[in-house]
């Protein structure tokens, strides 16, 4: 069963020095219940702006987002508000979206009880549980953000999602702040969370590594495109896209991880004017003539694997 499937045509997004940057461009994501699918790509390539899109806080300005089959567009009133609390975000710097002046119990509480998820009577027992949930000791539910390690505000951010009862969860680059060994212990509470809540995931990083492990299906994407899609497995032994393979080579070795993701060889091209034809082309070592002038459709390479680079019309 198909859960969310985003078809958007062009996205613009922020303004940039009053110019207009295409942050997605001709994008089709799906994600199926109870699926965990990796979106990748360099900072700039759009996949933060298509998560926010996907988990209803972005307004998309041309395309569509259908969630459980229904253009999120096209809800009113109570369906709209519960498709908004089905998709929850989960950020990479939960102290930013975390309250200061708010004792930990309120930031996980005050959603349910807003939405008639728990009451007055209960708040307590409920928060408790999302807290225990989450990893978090319940006796420290009177304590502000600032009194916890930056694993655990990232596991008070997760309790917070939780507490709303989700079905799909967007993390966007929920670990990358966090130092190696506590990368492990919240990458296995989502995946201990998934198994328990049946919950999906789309879950965006500029690491691949980082989604090795805990997604089904992997999401390439490379200046507001799509570069490749297919199953985690596929890409790491059977990538196609020369973008693929190039971040596979420098997929960073445990010992290096904290260092500055360097990939690539050239400086990513500026969003706001992107190279012609097959984006990739000025850093791509196979590129030629066609490439700068005809941009590279999208095209299933094998089945459930999908690409999109002018080599495979040569075949
Ligand atoms: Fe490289 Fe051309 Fe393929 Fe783009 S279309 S990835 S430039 S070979
Ligand atoms: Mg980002």
Same mark, same amino acid.
């Given at each position: 069963?198909?859960?969310?499937?985003?078809?958007?045509?062009?996205?613009?997004?922020?303004?940039?020095?009053?110019?207009?940057?295409?942050?997605?461009?001709?994008?089709?994501?799906?994600?199926?219940?109870?699926?965990?699918?990796?979106?990748?790509?360099?900072?700039?390539?759009?996949?933060?702006?298509?998560?926010?899109?996907?988990?209803?806080?972005?307004?998309?300005?041309?395309?569509?987002?259908?969630?459980?089959?229904?253009?999120?567009?096209?809800?009113?009133?109570?369906?709209?508000?519960? #498709?908004?609390? $089905? +998709? !929850?975000? &989960?950020?990479?710097?939960?102290?930013?979206?975390?309250? /200061?002046?708010?004792? %930990?119990? *309120?930031?996980?509480?005050?959603?349910?009880?807003?939405?008639?998820?728990?009451?007055?009577?209960?708040?307590?027992?409920?928060?408790?549980?999302?807290?225990?949930?989450?990893?978090?000791?319940?006796?420290?539910?009177?304590?502000?953000?600032?009194?916890? #390690?930056?694993? $655990? +505000? !990232?596991? &008070?951010?997760?309790?917070?999602?939780?507490?709303?009862? /989700?079905?799909?969860? %967007?993390? *966007?680059?929920?670990?990358?702040?966090?130092?190696?060994?506590?990368?492990?212990?919240?990458?296995?509470?989502?995946?201990?969370?998934?198994?328990?809540?049946?919950?999906?995931?789309?879950?965006?990083?500029?690491?691949?590594?980082?989604?090795?492990?805990? #997604?089904?299906?992997?999401?390439?994407?490379?200046?507001?495109?799509?570069?490749?899609?297919?199953?985690?497995?596929?890409?790491?032994?059977?990538?196609?896209?020369?973008?693929?393979?190039?971040?596979?080579?420098?997929?960073?070795?445990?010992?290096?991880?904290?260092?500055?993701?360097?990939?690539?060889?050239?400086?990513?091209?500026?969003?706001?004017?992107?190279?012609t034809g097959c984006?990739?082309h000025?850093?791509c070592?196979l590129a030629f003539d066609r490439c700068k002038a005809e941009?590279?459709?999208?095209?299933?390479?094998?089945?459930?694997?999908?690409?999109?680079?002018h080599?495979?019309?040569?075949?």
């Amino acid at each position: 069963k198909l859960d969310l499937a985003a078809k958007l045509a062009r996205k613009l997004g922020a303004d940039v020095k009053e110019e207009v940057v295409h942050a997605v461009d001709k994008v089709d994501l799906r994600v199926r219940k109870g699926e965990v699918v990796g979106l990748v790509g360099e900072s700039g390539c759009g996949k933060s702006t298509l998560g926010r899109i996907v988990a209803g806080i972005l307004p998309q300005s041309d395309g569509e987002v259908f969630w459980k089959g229904q253009e999120v567009g096209t809800l009113t009133g109570e369906a709209a508000r519960q #498709s908004k609390l $089905q +998709r !929850q975000m &989960i950020f990479q710097d939960p102290y930013a979206s975390l309250n /200061p002046r708010m004792r %930990v119990a *309120d930031i996980v509480g005050e959603a349910p009880l807003v939405h008639g998820l728990t009451r007055r009577s209960e708040f307590d027992t409920y928060v408790d549980d999302q807290m225990r949930r989450a990893g978090l000791d319940p006796a420290f539910k009177r304590r502000y953000p600032h009194q916890f #390690s930056g694993g $655990q +505000r !990232q596991r &008070i951010g997760i309790a917070r999602a939780l507490a709303v009862q /989700p079905e799909f969860i %967007v993390c *966007d680059e929920a670990v990358a702040a966090l130092d190696v060994s506590i990368q492990a212990q919240i990458l296995n509470l989502f995946m201990r969370l998934r198994r328990e809540l049946d919950l999906t995931y789309l879950f965006i990083s500029h690491d691949l590594s980082v989604v090795e492990h805990l #997604s089904d299906r992997v999401v390439i994407m490379y200046l507001g495109r799509v570069v490749e899609e297919a199953p985690t497995e596929t890409i790491f032994r059977r990538a196609n896209h020369p973008y693929t393979r190039s971040l596979l080579d420098s997929v960073p070795r445990i010992e290096n991880r904290k260092r500055a993701f360097t990939v690539v060889k050239g400086e990513i091209p500026s969003p706001l004017n992107p190279p012609t034809g097959c984006h990739f082309h000025p850093r791509c070592p196979l590129a030629f003539d066609r490439c700068k002038a005809e941009a590279p459709a999208l095209r299933e390479v094998a089945p459930g694997h999908r690409s999109a680079c002018h080599l495979n019309d040569a075949a």
